[in-house]
Structures are given as structure tokens and as C-alpha cells.
């Protein structure tokens, strides 16, 4: 297949929209955290302006390298607005626990979060085009994609696949315990982190699956976070 | 208090924004189903355009009643924006499983989603502002409120709370098995859902508690979804 030109792989340079003003120090211009954060989450939220308001959409996407892919259907207003090319804001956020402080004030969550800046290029190579929608459905169920009907031409053509660098982003992860003020630490309240996973539960067949058709172990063994697709 | 002017609480009427277009029959546009995933929900992302640039940040809100609080520093600028009357696309997400379908093409994910449109207010009255941030503690870990020191004046003055009419807004949903092709039915391939549900793990209690202070029943038991606030 066509090769996308890659972005730079230098770490991220900081720009002003991707710079932590506030609480710098959960900031992380790191390929790694950010690539790690991309690779465990499920769903993206995708901020855009349109007709001048702003708009968002959840949806399903994939790393591969350092380029982000989206897709949606070609009937979809929001997601041809961004395959014109609209700016966007994509972030991933994962949500760790619940940080219980002593003082209202201080409670807090844990969280890793990846904020993404750029602008979407639609896809136009069918090779690029099917290894993305490969890359989606395995970086959601890795070992699926072997298993299923592929898209056909009509589904592909049907199937609008847009791609986003990973340079412009940033990373903000707060971990660990809460920080209260000295003055409250006396107090008698109990104070610590809830954890917080996204568990599986077991698959549920279709009901016109044949009876004695085994659920695949990509589905028994569920697990978050998965290796990266590198 | 003060209470704030509710806004209408007869049933939404889609506009051109919250009216789906595709797969409308995943539209819910009542009251109920909104409220019960916005009540369901931890942590919101919120969309607006800032310098001509599409921005997002996820946080913790509230609901009470008809309305979606939102709380940030006075030293944030992007939420300073927001109490500054920026409009805003307000979404929570509730990821509840993974659709394998048996083409590629029919997978997809089950999920409860809401879009709010709007245009924030910042809260002046005191006794509001005090009330949106117990609504958020007590959104996020009922029962917290009671145990911990609430906020200082001076912790109050430096924490901006804005809100949102929860009105101009709309819900998604997806629920079920995969939904394939006639022609890919008879094709050996299991498909099913995978559930998937956020869990709480066993609290951890911050070094500086006291050896004997349990945690309280509402971190050992936590989880979501809780009853509504109304």
C-alpha cells in the first residue's frame, strides 16, 4: 500500500494550545504517553465548528503510527464536515478513580486524557482506506478483523476514512492520592482513591448464532488496555 | 436559595442541531432518558470555539432539575470562556458494550450518549453556587458532602460554576445484537456483544489516614448508576 508521508516522530514541540497553563505538571509532550493513552481508549470525542456553532461526536478510531483514523459514513453531514477538512479537537480520556480529599475543594479524579489539535485529510487510497478500517476494528477487538466478511467495495465506497498527525497533542494525567491542605489533615475523615476500570462482562451470542459455536477468546479474555498496533 | 428560572420542563423539541438525521431511530429526545444518562455519567466533555479554534475539556458536572452545572478555577482560561457565554456542545458518553457483527462493516458499539447545545451562565448567587458544588461532589460519590470540610469562602471566590438550561438537547442510543446482512447470516462466524461496564475497585486509603478509619460504605460500595438527584 501507499505509505502516508509521517509526520515528524520527534517528541511533541508544545504549542500554545497544547501548552498546560495550569497545573503544568500534569502536562506530557511524550509520544509514548500519548500513543499509550490513544491505544487504550475505545472511543474518541471529536470537536469541530460547523455553520459556526460548535459541534462534537463520539466515535470509534484507530493509531496507526502518527496519524489518527476516523471513519463514518458518507451520509453523515458532521463527519463530511470533517472530511473537508474542518479543524478539529479530538481528545481520548480514560478516568482512573475517584479522589476522595478531606476538603470539598480537593476532590479530584484520576484520569489520563489526550487533547489532539489538527486537520483531517479524507482518504482517498484504497489501500490506506481498507488498512484503516482494518486498524479500527482491531484496535477496539485485536484478532477480529481475521475472523469477519471484509468490506466490500460498495461498503468502502459507503465509508468515508479520515486521517489526523499526531503532532499537535498533548497529554494530562493526574494519578495518585489526594492533596489536601495542611490545616485538614487532623480532620477525621477518611480519605483515598475509589479505582475505577472498564470491565467486561461475558459475551452474549446473537441468538442466530448455531448453538454449539464457541464465543472467540478475543471475546472471552476481553482486556483493557491492549498492545499498540505499531 | 435563589432559584434559578427554570426553563420548560415539557418534553425537547428537536432543532436542526439535536435532530438526528441518520439511524433516527437511535434518537431520544424525552426528558427521562436524558436526565438518566446525564445522571448516570462521571465526567462530560464540553466543545466550544475559542480564538476561532475548536477546543474541548472534559470535567465533572451536575445535574439539578433542567439544568447541567459546570465548575472550574477562575484561573482556567477555557472555562473562563464558557462563564463568559461561549456557546457550547456539552456531550456525555456511556460506553455499554462492543456489537461483533460478521462483516466488518456491521460492528459497532452499543452506547447511551447525549448532546446539549447552549449557552452558559455564570452563578453569582452564593447560596447557587454553594448548592452546584455539593451537587457535584454529591453527583460523583453521593453521600460525600456530609463527611467533608466544605468550601472556604476564599476556595469559593477562586471556583467559577456556570451553567447550562438542559433544554436544546437530544440523547443517542444503541442497544442490542449486531444487525448483519441477510447474506452474511449463514457465514461461521460468532457474533455477539461484549459488555462492558465501568467498576469500582477496592478504595485505597491515603497514607496519612489513621490505621483503624474505615472507608465509608459509599466508596466500598460505590457504583454507577445511582438514583437521580431530583
Not at 33 to 56: K, N, Q, R, Y
Not at 186 to 204: I, K, Y
Request: charged letters at 20%.
Amino acid at each position: 500500500m501507499q505509505t502516508p508521508e509521517q509526520p515528524s516522530t520527534d517528541a511533541f514541540v508544545p504549542t500554545a494550545r497544547t501548552t498546560l497553563k495550569r497545573l503544568a505538571g500534569r502536562g506530557h509532550y511524550d509520544r509514548a504517553t500519548v500513543h499509550a493513552i490513544l491505544d487504550e481508549g475505545l472511543v474518541c470525542h471529536v470537536a469541530f465548528t460547523m455553520d459556526g456553532h460548535p459541534f462534537m461526536i463520539p466515535t470509534a478510531y484507530a493509531r496507526i503510527g502518527n496519524w489518527l483514523y476516523l471513519h463514518g459514513s458518507t451520509a453523515n453531514r458532521t463527519f463530511r464536515a470533517l472530511a473537508d477538512g474542518a479543524q478539529a479537537c479530538i481528545t481520548v480520556t480514560l478516568l482512573d478513580g475517584l479522589v476522595l480529599a478531606r476538603s470539598a475543594f480537593h476532590h479530584s479524579v484520576n484520569y489520563r486524557c489526550v487533547v489532539l489539535f489538527g486537520t483531517g485529510e479524507k482518504v482517498t487510497d484504497s489501500q490506506e482506506h481498507m488498512r484503516a478500517l482494518e486498524a479500527v476494528v482491531e484496535h477496539v477487538v485485536p484478532g477480529r478483523w481475521a475472523d469477519v466478511r471484509w468490506p466490500s467495495r460498495e461498503e468502502s465506497l459507503r465509508t468515508l476514512v479520515v486521517r489526523f498527525p499526531v503532532s499537535e497533542a498533548s497529554a494530562k494525567v493526574r494519578t495518585g492520592n489526594p492533596i489536601d491542605d495542611e490545616e485538614d489533615m487532623s480532620l477525621d475523615v477518611w480519605a483515598g482513591v475509589v479505582p475505577l476500570t472498564m470491565q467486561p462482562g461475558t459475551p452474549q451470542a446473537d441468538p442466530k448464532v448455531p448453538a454449539g459455536k464457541a464465543p472467540p477468546s478475543y471475546a472471552t479474555r476481553y482486556r483493557r488496555p491492549l498492545a499498540a498496533i505499531d
